[in-house]
């Protein structure tokens, strides 16, 4: 903690000069170019990983990057906060992109191949149920990358079930099929450093080096 709050000061001081008019114009409005969904863990650190500054990410986080699927009315089956966050990005913020971002390491695909409960956390082991349906795939499908970790393994089929989640949302699935909404798949490996986006052609997550990112913006501009 003592390190959060040297680190107010240390914003206020070194970079506050060079965001105050960026924060001044932002102060009533923000205008995000996507939903950003990713996961709680500390390494996963998306302004960082895409270059993004304040108001260009709109950024919903949880435990293994979930997203509860909607009854046919569009109501969370799970908690709210997901659907909210999925509510005022696509109908106020209007963002036209949304990331589901999986990673290498989660603690939370661990959890879900865990054998045994951890003893104390029923909300978490409820949960991880949303992840579920990415264990049954693993198990019955397989991986889409086999040379990965298990845990590894599940997280990017993780990845495409919460995208299918967001699919069961009937403002998502309109705004798709209006081409006026694209969701995209990504994951990050911690320890290369690569952010990879899942490519349907050939059912695999590829690096986003600059010939993969020219492929993917082009097809956005399509
Ligand atoms: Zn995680």
Redesign the pocket.
Known sequence: MRKLISGIVEFRELQLPKYAERFRGLALTQSPDALFVT???SR?VPDLLVSTHPGELFTMRN???LVPPATAEGISVGDVSEASAIEYAVLVLKVANIVVC??S?????KAVLATEARPGAPNLQKWLHHASTAAFRLEHEGALDASLKPHDQL?QLNVLVQLGHLMSYPIVRTQVAAGALHLSGWWFDIATGDMYSYEPTSRLFEVIDRQVAERLIARLEA
């Open positions: 996961c709680s863990d996963v435990v293994g990057n999986g990673h390491e989660c603690g939370a695909m997280s």
